[in-house]
């Protein structure tokens, strides 16, 4: 683990200001979460959450007070927001669970940091720091932070049953923070309710899926989830989990989640739209690169004319996709690429007005008689400009199609 910590954002004017209104010196609101996890790690710290002995009103009373903006965004369970400019922080009251379902929780609130900490889902998660920096670690967080260990916080089946959104998450942290062999009584509790996955709605789902599947360890955490049948419990048919490998390979830096769905899903298109819930962007390109067909070209010629036919990203995304589940494109991806590096898709130079000028009447005809030049264009490798296709028009309908078309 990176040993110098990163607590330079405690020294931002809106991170003082804000503890130096809730705290007020007396150690009752601490940094907690991600943020402190981040800071351990060395990493970057964005999203700053706060846990406070203070009761919500009372936070929002001092906060109002103090002429800061707050809102309470998550009364029902203990949080407001306050706003500083473009950062917000979010503020939540120490808490212990009355009852859960699942997906929701009724809580009550407590002034114990024990108690708070016992409710979270994961050690690490569960380690807090003040506004100097120093740390408190009430249930070993810092151990397993430094292992590189994603353990649940006590007994790990009471937790999944809590939130069955943590069987999710604990896949996600250890694509993103393991450094040891997965947890086996974590492992185990998930394996035991990925049947109750059902209830979490897609949107949920979709954003630990997404950060799976673009994680560096997507292959290793994704196998494991196949081997333990959670994966097949989120959506039907096997993984294709070698295809999936190859393709995060062929993309390089470029990760793009839909490509990635496309490749390592065998489930209908719709049902996995339905099920996670995605934007019709999102599902217009699923549905693009998991059932367009496209034959073996190797051509730079034909390669172009695809390239026209389709938007060139579009050609190069789905080539992605092809030869990651069938190396046979390799060589076709490979032209593409090359071609694609120089080569600016051109725009036909002909529109309907320029063949009325020629004399024909307004009609389908002229729909025709573009989509006829057009396919000359293209099979002249796109060199010709508007004069040599007006020529053409006009020649060809002479010589090759006299009479296919009615003129004035």
């Known amino acids: 683990m990176n040993t110098k910590l990163n607590i330079d954002w405690l020294d931002k004017s809106e991170v003082k200001s804000l503890m130096a209104i809730i705290d007020n010196g007396e150690n009752q609101s601490r940094f907690v979460g991600g943020c402190v996890r981040d800071s351990l790690l060395g990493r970057p710290v964005s999203d700053i959450d706060i846990a406070t002995q203070h009761a919500p009103e009372k936070v929002m009373q001092l906060l109002s007070t103090a002429n800061i903006t707050v809102r309470p965004t998550g009364i029902k369970h203990g949080t407001v927001s306050a706003f500083f400019d473009d950062q917000i922080f979010e503020i939540t009251s120490l808490r212990r669970d009355m009852k859960t379902d699942g997906r929701y929780a009724e809580i009550c609130l407590t002034d114990s940091w024990a108690e708070d900490a016992a409710r979270r889902d994961f050690t690490m998660n569960a380690l807090f720091m003040d506004k100097r920096g120093n740390i408190f670690d009430p249930i070993g967080g810092y151990k397993d932070l430094e292992r590189g260990r994603i353990r649940f916080v006590g ?5 999944i049953k809590e939130d069955f959104l943590r069987i999710l998450r604990f896949f996600r942290f250890n694509a993103y923070f393991g450094r040891q062999q997965i947890d086996c009584d974590g492992l185990m509790a998930c394996k035991q309710f990925a049947g109750e996955l059902w209830r979490l709605s897609g949107e949920r789902v979709r954003s630990e899926i997404f950060k799976i599947i673009l994680s ?12 333990s049948g959670v994966l097949g419990k989120i959506f039907v ?12 390979e062929l993309e390089g830096v470029k990760r793009d989640p839909i490509r990635r769905l496309a490749t390592l899903l065998t489930a209908p298109a719709g049902k996995v739209i339905d099920r996670l819930k995605l934007s019709n962007q999102m599902a217009d390109k ?7 067909e496209i034959e073996i070209l190797e051509e730079p010629q034909k390669v172009k004319a695809l390239f026209y036919g389709m938007r060139k990203m579009d050609v190069l995304g789905l080539l992605i996709v092809k ?4 190396p046979k494109y390799n060589k076709m991806l490979e032209v593409a690429n090359e071609i694609g590096q120089t080569w600016e898709v051109p725009k036909f130079p002909l529109k309907g007005s320029d063949i009325l000028e020629l004399g024909y009447k307004p009609g389908i005809e002229v729909g025709d008689i573009l989509k006829e030049a057009e396919k000359w264009w293209i099979l002249g490798e796109f060199q010709h400009d508007k004069e040599d296709c007006l020529d053409w028009i006009q020649g060809c309908n002479l010589e090759k199609k006299a009479g296919s078309y009615e003129k004035n």
């Open 323 to 326: 030869t990651a589940l069938n």
């Open 237 to 248: 048919g096997e993984g294709r989990l070698l295809e999936f490998n190859r393709l995060t």
């Open 216 to 227: 560096d360890n997507a292959f290793s955490v994704l196998k494991t989830m196949s081997d």
């Open 155 to 159: 007994n790990a089946s009471r937790r």
């Open 286 to 292: 699923l549905v693009y690169l998991s059932e367009t």
